[in-house]
């Protein structure tokens, strides 16, 4: 429903903008528009901050993670051919990544234009359409948070497009040592995860764009201790005994610092970078304290009464 209005624009997100034969109506901003002060339809000409490139890589990293997850947990331990597939599924989520900025506005350049978010309602206008009459609705749904909302949509669909190109035709050529149903079961979790992921970006975008940094802190966090300890890594030793097991800890210090740049968004640089030097804190912890709560030694000592 479109309502012409002389004056102003009800509701947050309502502008004016040019109607049919010249007129002015009060509605929803067009795509890359978004209602100023004055409740005027303006396009975005703002770069996007660090913080929200920091959010579009948190959303672009997790297909890539899922990835790496079900094809380690799938071929890993039966076939030499998970290395391959791991290469191809960071050249899909790439590939990717870097079509959606090319189709994206400013059409084929690597960089976008955008709305700078103000508030978690920018997330959900949906539900703040007013009613002016108390009868009608003014129906001003838009991106005000163009286009951090649809590129991480459009990104996935680029990511599951690629993937039915490559994944295939490598794992039926490579992936000769597994039955013919294990070697396409981590491209059949990829068609579960995919819905799963673009759903949640659908309806809690908003949420995950404020609390990403301490999902990424905290699942990292406690991830680094599971693999540690269903590793039997007590030790610097055991540690560096497998060159696997300092891929994953180096990928889990990159993700600590990931998110405390993210959580501080390094506004005072002699403030914040030296919080960096805390990314090692919690594998030196468990490393020095993991045989203290070793449970088999707790279990003897406690048998024998100490």
């Given at each position: 429903?479109?309502?012409?209005?002389?004056?102003?624009?009800?509701?947050?997100?309502?502008?004016?903008?040019?109607?049919?034969?010249?007129?002015?109506?009060?509605?929803?901003?067009?795509?890359?528009?978004?209602?100023?002060?004055?409740?005027?339809?303006?396009?975005?000409?703002?770069?996007?901050?660090?913080?929200?490139?920091?959010?579009?890589?948190?959303?672009?990293?997790?297909?890539?993670?899922?990835?790496?997850?079900?094809?380690?947990?799938?071929?890993?331990?039966?076939?030499?051919?998970?290395?391959?597939?791991?290469?191809?599924?960071?050249?899909?989520?790439?590939?990717?990544?870097?079509?959606?900025?090319?189709?994206?506005?400013?059409?084929?350049?690597?960089?976008?234009?955008?709305?700078?978010?103000?508030?978690?309602?920018?997330?959900?206008?949906?539900?703040?359409?007013?009613?002016?009459?108390?009868?009608?609705?003014?129906?001003?749904?838009?991106?005000?948070?163009?286009?951090?909302?649809?590129?991480?949509?459009?990104?996935?669909?680029?990511?599951?497009?690629?993937?039915?190109?490559?994944?295939?035709?490598?794992?039926?050529?490579?992936?000769?040592?597994?039955?013919?149903?294990?070697?396409?079961?981590?491209?059949?979790?990829?068609l579960y995860f995919f819905p799963i992921l673009t759903v949640l970006q659908a309806v809690g975008g908003g949420l995950l764009y404020?609390?990403?940094?301490?999902?990424?802190?905290?699942?990292?966090?406690?991830?680094?201790?599971?693999?540690?300890?269903?590793?039997?890594?007590?030790?610097?030793?055991?540690?560096?005994?497998?060159?696997?097991?300092?891929?994953?800890?180096?990928?889990?210090?990159?993700?600590?610092?990931?998110?405390?740049?993210?959580?501080?968004?390094?506004?005072?640089?002699?403030?914040?970078?030296?919080?960096?030097?805390?990314?090692?804190?919690?594998?030196?912890?468990?490393?020095?304290?993991?045989?203290?709560?070793?449970?088999?030694?707790?279990?003897?000592?406690?048998?024998?009464?100490?």
């Open positions: 429903m479109s309502v012409s209005m002389n004056l102003n624009c009800p509701g947050l997100y309502c502008g004016m903008k040019s109607g049919e034969n010249g007129s002015e109506q009060c509605g929803a901003c067009p795509r890359g528009e978004r209602t100023s002060i004055m409740k005027i339809c303006q396009k975005c000409m703002d770069n996007p901050e660090l913080y929200d490139w920091l959010y579009l890589g948190f959303m672009a990293m997790l297909p890539l993670v899922l990835h790496w997850f079900f094809i380690e947990w799938y071929t890993g331990k039966k076939s030499s051919s998970a290395l391959f597939q791991h290469i191809t599924a960071l050249f899909e989520c790439s590939a990717a990544a870097v079509v959606t900025l090319l189709v994206n506005d400013p059409v084929g350049e690597l960089t976008i234009r955008s709305c700078r978010v103000q508030m978690l309602s920018d997330w959900y206008t949906m539900l703040y359409n007013p009613s002016p009459n108390y009868v009608d609705t003014l129906h001003c749904t838009q991106e005000a948070v163009f286009p951090l909302y649809t590129i991480v949509l459009i990104y996935y669909a680029f990511c599951l497009v690629f993937m039915m190109m490559l994944r295939p035709l490598l794992v039926k050529k490579i992936a000769c040592g597994l039955g013919k149903t294990d070697r396409f079961k981590s491209i059949y979790a990829a404020y609390a990403f940094p301490y999902i990424i802190l905290v699942l990292s966090l406690v991830t680094l201790a599971v693999y540690m300890s269903a590793s039997e890594i007590q030790s610097f030793k055991n540690l560096v005994a497998k060159k696997k097991r300092l891929v994953v800890l180096f990928s889990h210090w990159l993700l600590h610092a990931y998110g405390i740049i993210s959580i501080t968004r390094l506004d005072n640089l002699k403030q914040d970078l030296p919080l960096l030097a805390l990314v090692p804190g919690p594998a030196l912890f468990y490393l020095l304290t993991a045989r203290f709560t070793e449970p088999n030694r707790i279990l003897s000592e406690g048998g024998n009464g100490h």
